[in-house]
């Protein structure tokens, strides 16, 4: 298949001209539309009764937006704080109103919420409107004596409304345009590797001894005569290391049946089970063995963490396996099952992305895929070059990121410019 | 078509969980929750198949006198039991003072518990055979390791109080964790980052195959 004309060396260049633009243009990356009204005027809604110095200024420079880069009911109120907002000062708290436009004015105003005084900035977040609707806001500023948490007398002064404004629901997270690009970019390099690899051209990835020891370790498990466990984790199938995992297993499953050696795979999720199963069931079709496979070799045990791993240490000592894969998500049991797989002299072969495991893992198995390479492995043991091609991606993604960690600390360290702000990610 | 249906629907499905990141508005901001909910439904339904699957297993071994039947027949035994009496419980059945609550607290807890607790045993036996010096790097392992286990209990500061404020044996531990070990782990961390990306990638434009049973 030929390379899309994007490829080519000029248009990659300006590719990545736009792209530095557009990520220079983050920081700037603001809501549009907001209308900023004059200040208001403070006026006093109190009882007669209460002497005209206990009333505080108004708030002022109050602003309403419909909020950005959210999925909409919701508007942002901000204003300025009274002359009176101080310690000790008059305002203790300030209220927010709001009201429903009739016939172009503002209608019953409602109260949607307060905050205490006290700060220099304020802000207020009315996350119950109506997509549409248009509303009037207004902010008070209270004064009060509270006795027994009762407020005895009040003040007020409020500030004019504000408004129409109405919210709605925006199109793009502003927020997240760092992480748009950089997908955009590392997707760009995958494809382009994946595209350069199945035109035939050779590439280039370092060795996984792990990966390495994967034939060692099957042929072991024949010439002893004993099984192999392949332990897929505990997390379920909506997590990306169990799929990694199950892509894993496929190779391993085609291995176990071309050396005609028994596969165990016990499982703790009833996804994992299933789709466990057919993958197997697949592998050994392909390998031209789909007799062998039998339905029990992949067996659930529990979903509960140590019941899961007492099973298979028992399972472990009693059968004493040749080898053992752990290949996915692993907490707190890691140590329990490799140090049992370790006193039976099994070689073990460990693979996860949880960072707290690994030393376990390097601790108490033959060898371990640290973090990435679990993701890569599949991709490895295939030698399909569309695999090994998205595996060079990544890996140009990892020296993009280091580049920017050299230049990072550079401007860093001698207070250049703030550039960590470029990578901070909303959740 | 066996195989290109569900590749279809994942690559759909994965494009559209990458979209929903960056957009807030309607319907993808309901997507996540959308998913989620139907990952339980369907995770509910095939947890049936994995407790049929564990029974049709023990059985098997109970019935045909496999070697450790015995075992099979404790799963089954247990299983039942913890089964009928969770549902002659009704919907009570988790009340403090219900049967199912005195098994759960008085069986389920400590024989969790106790598989948690080997943990100990197993971390010394490990840490001894990954401290031991054979080499440059274990080397550096064990010093690390031994600064950072005793700047982590109060007799790490007693022995080193006369050293200057800042310098201690817990000074050294957390120096040791906020940044060599942070660096570390941040690095890892990167990498799988990136190698999620990637396998997703592969997944969504149907290049990886092996998890629905296929290769080429």
Redesign the interface.
């Known amino acids: 298949m030929r390379l899309p004309a994007i490829l080519d060396r000029k248009a990659c260049a300006a590719f990545f001209v736009v792209l530095i633009f557009l990520f220079l243009l983050v920081p700037n990356a603001r809501s549009q539309g907001q209308a900023v009204k004059p200040d208001s005027i403070g006026r006093a809604i109190s009882p007669d009764s209460l002497s005209p110095d206990l009333y505080p200024q108004a708030a002022t420079r109050v602003e309403a937006i419909d909020t950005p880069?959210?999925?909409?009911e919701s508007i942002s109120i901000s204003w300025k704080k009274s002359i009176d907002d101080y310690d000790g000062g008059k305002v203790k708290v300030y209220r927010i109103y709001r009201a429903e436009v009739v016939n172009g004015q503002p209608g019953e105003f409602k109260e949607v919420g307060d905050i205490p005084a006290g700060h220099d900035k304020y802000s207020f977040q009315d996350g119950n409107t109506v997509d549409g609707v248009e509303y009037f806001y207004k902010v008070l500023a209270v004064n009060q004596l509270r006795e027994n948490n009762i407020a005895t007398w009040e003040a007020v002064s409020e500030t004019l409304p504000f408004g129409p404004i109405k919210s709605s629901?925006?199109?793009?997270?502003w927020r997240?345009i760092n992480?748009?690009i950089g997908?955009i970019i590392?997707?760009f390099f995958?494809?382009y590797f994946?595209q350069q690899a199945k035109s035939g051209k050779e590439l280039f990835i370092r060795k996984i001894a792990g990966m390495e020891a994967v034939d060692e370790a099957v042929g072991r498990a024949t010439e002893m005569g004993k099984k192999i466990y392949y332990v897929p984790g505990l997390s379920?199938m909506?997590n990306?290391q169990t799929?990694?995992s199950?892509?894993i297993?496929?190779?391993v499953a085609e291995l176990s049946a071309t050396y005609e050696t028994y596969l165990e795979v016990p499982v703790c999720?009833?996804?994992v089970?299933?789709?466990a199963k057919?993958?197997v069931?697949?592998?050994y079709s392909?390998a031209g063995r789909p007799d062998t496979f039998q339905e029990?070799q992949v067996?659930?045990?529990?979903?509960?963490?140590?019941?899961y791993?007492?099973g298979i240490d028992?399972m472990v000592v009693?059968e004493k396996p040749a080898t053992i894969f752990y290949m996915g998500t692993f907490y707190?049991?890691s140590?329990?099952l490799?140090?049992t797989g370790?006193s039976i002299g099994a070689i073990q072969i460990a693979g996860t992305?949880m960072?707290s495991q690994?030393?376990?893992f390097?601790?108490?198995c033959d060898y371990t895929l640290?973090?990435?390479?679990?993701?890569?492995a599949?991709?490895y043991l295939?030698k399909?070059p569309?695999?090994i091609g998205?595996?060079k991606?990544?890996d140009i993604?990892?020296g993009i990121?280091l580049a920017a960690i050299v230049i990072g600390i550079i401007l860093e360290t001698f207070n250049i410019w703030n550039f960590s702000r470029l990578f901070s990610v909303i959740d | 078509m066996r195989r290109e249906i569900p590749l279809i629907i994942t690559g759909i499905v994965g494009v559209g969980f990458v979209i929903q990141y960056f957009i807030p508005h309607a319907p993808f901001s309901y997507m996540s929750d959308w998913f989620s909910d139907w990952f339980s439904i369907v995770g509910a339904c095939a947890i049936v198949l994995g407790a049929l699957n564990l029974m049709k297993m023990s059985a098997q071994k109970v019935i045909r006198k496999k070697k450790d039947w015995g075992y099979a027949l404790v799963i089954i035994a247990s299983f039942l039991l913890i089964v009928i009496i969770g549902l002659s419980e009704g919907k009570d059945f988790r009340v403090p003072g219900t049967r199912f609550d005195w098994l759960y607290n008085y069986m389920y807890i400590p024989l969790s518990a106790t598989m948690f607790a080997i943990l100990a045993f197993f971390v010394a036996s490990a840490s001894y055979r990954a401290f031991r010096a054979r080499n440059f790097e274990a080397t550096l392992l064990l010093v690390a390791a031994f600064f950072v286990m005793l700047g982590r209990v109060p007799v790490g500061d007693v022995l080193s109080g006369f050293m200057p404020e800042g310098w201690r044996l817990s000074d050294l531990a957390s120096w040791v964790m906020n940044y060599p070990q942070s660096a570390g782990q941040r690095a890892i961390m990167i990498g799988i980052g990136l190698g999620i990306v990637s396998t997703s990638l592969r997944v969504i434009l149907g290049i990886e195959r092996s998890h629905i049973g296929g290769g080429k």
């Open positions: 880069n959210d999925a909409g629901a925006q199109w793009f997270d997240r992480a748009f997908v590392l997707s995958i494809i994946i379920d909506d990306m799929i990694a199950i892509n297993l496929g190779r999720r009833s996804m089970m299933i789709t057919e993958v069931k697949e592998a392909k029990d067996h659930y045990l529990t979903d509960d963490q140590f019941g791993a007492a028992g009693r707190a049991e140590l329990i490799a140090e370790n992305a960072p690994l030393p376990f390097v601790a108490a640290i973090g990435e390479e679990l993701f890569a599949s991709a295939s399909e569309k695999l998205s595996v991606g990544q993604g990892k990121m």
